[in-house]
């Protein structure tokens, strides 16, 4: 049986995803560690409630008073979709693989993550449309400087961007800011020790 959503406050929110991220379990791959979470990876399933929790967090995090909307498409599409419905916005989704049809229609650029590297491709900015980035997790930085400058090869700009959760020990923060001159919201910071997620104060 389907039910309306509550919409939650921030309290409510912020309650809500550090709930998700105290009982994460953790991954090690390599020199990285990563939670594998109800909210970024669906394990258990991602519940109604953490998805306004996330859409809460980022529509207070910023005006959203832009042309367009750009997500990466891995794990940030969900709260892409809902903050482009809430404000009405274009959607631009940035994938890791190309189309064949109207490639010079994509913006491509190289992308250096904790996770990934190779190419980027965005789709759907044009010349002189005002943008928003919204992301679920920043940690280095890397997935978020490869859509700003995609964005920009686009000869678009780049007016907000906003993150649900930061690793606070990969400073990806600090690294946008120094590489792009863009501040990046997040409303979440967590720390990875051994195989436990804490969530600490910003």
């Known amino acids: 049986m389907s039910v309306k959503h509550t919409e939650l406050d921030l309290e409510a929110a912020t309650e809500q995803i550090t709930a998700v991220y105290e009982s994460a379990d953790v991954t090690h791959s390599g020199e990285h560690a990563t939670t594998v979470n109800q909210l970024t990876d669906q394990l258990p399933a991602l519940q109604p409630r953490t998805l306004e929790a996330a859409r809460a967090l980022l529509s207070a995090s910023g005006s959203f008073n832009v042309d ?9 599409l969900p709260f892409g979709v809902l903050i482009a419905r809430e404000y009405s916005l274009p959607l631009a989704v940035a994938r890791w693989y190309t189309y064949e049809i109207n490639a010079d229609r994509q913006s491509a650029v190289d992308i250096d993550s904790e996770y990934f590297s190779g190419d980027l491709y965005l789709n759907g900015i044009e010349p002189g449309d005002a943008v928003a980035i919204v992301d679920d997790t920043i940690s280095t930085g890397g997935t978020m400087i490869a859509m700003i400058k995609a964005i920009e090869k686009a000869g678009a700009t780049v007016e907000e961007a906003h993150c649900i959760v930061e690793k606070t020990r990969k400073n990806g923060v600090d690294r946008v800011a ?25």
């Open 68 to 76: 367009k909307l750009a997500v990466e498409e891995d794990k940030g």
């Open 178 to 202: 120094e590489e792009t001159g863009i501040e990046v919201t997040t409303s979440i910071a967590i720390e990875i020790e051994g195989n436990n997620v804490n969530v600490v104060d910003e």
